[in-house]
C-alpha cells in the first residue's frame, strides 16, 4: 500500500520560514518524481516544485527564489523548505510521487495546512 505523509505544516508569520516533509513507502522512492502542490482556498491545485528521481528540480515561476524542493532517497523522504513566506502562500500543501515508465502511477498525500498571517 502507498502511503505519502507530510508534515511540517502551520501558522507562521509572514516573512518566516517552514520546511514540509514528505515520507513515502509502499513505492520504489528512488524511481520516483516526487512534487509538492498548493491548493489555496477556493481554487485550483498548483504545481509548486517538482524533483526528478535524477534531482533535477523544476519551479512554478511565482516560487522562484523562495522555496526550495529536495530529496533523500536514504530516508524515502522528500522536502519543501519554504522561505520569506507571504500570505498568498497559504493553502494545503499536497505531496505528490509518480512512478512506472509505460503506464504512469500517480499517489497522493493527504495534505498539510500552510497559513501565513500578515
Known amino acids: 500500500q502507498v502511503q505519502l505523509v507530510e508534515s511540517g505544516g502551520g501558522l507562521v508569520q509572514a516573512g518566516g520560514s517552514l520546511r514540509l516533509s514528505c515520507a513515502a513507502s509502499g513505492i520504489a522512492f528512488d524511481l520516483a518524481a516526487m512534487a509538492w502542490y498548493r491548493q489555496a482556498p477556493g481554487k485550483q491545485r498548483d504545481l509548486v516544485a517538482r524533483?526528478?528521481?535524477?534531482?533535477?528540480?523544476n519551479y512554478a515561476d511565482f516560487v522562484k527564489g523562495r522555496f526550495t524542493i529536495s530529496r533523500d532517497n536514504a530516508k524515502n523522504t522528500v522536502y519543501l523548505q519554504i522561505d520569506s513566506l507571504k500570505p498568498e502562500d497559504t493553502g494545503v500543501y499536497y505531496c505528490?510521487?509518480?512512478?512506472?515508465?509505460?503506464?504512469?502511477?500517480?499517489?497522493w498525500g493527504q495534505g498539510t495546512q500552510v497559513t501565513v498571517s500578515s
Open positions: 505528490h510521487a509518480r512512478e512506472g515508465s509505460v503506464v504512469k502511477y500517480d499517489h
Open positions: 524533483i526528478s528521481s535524477g534531482g533535477t528540480t
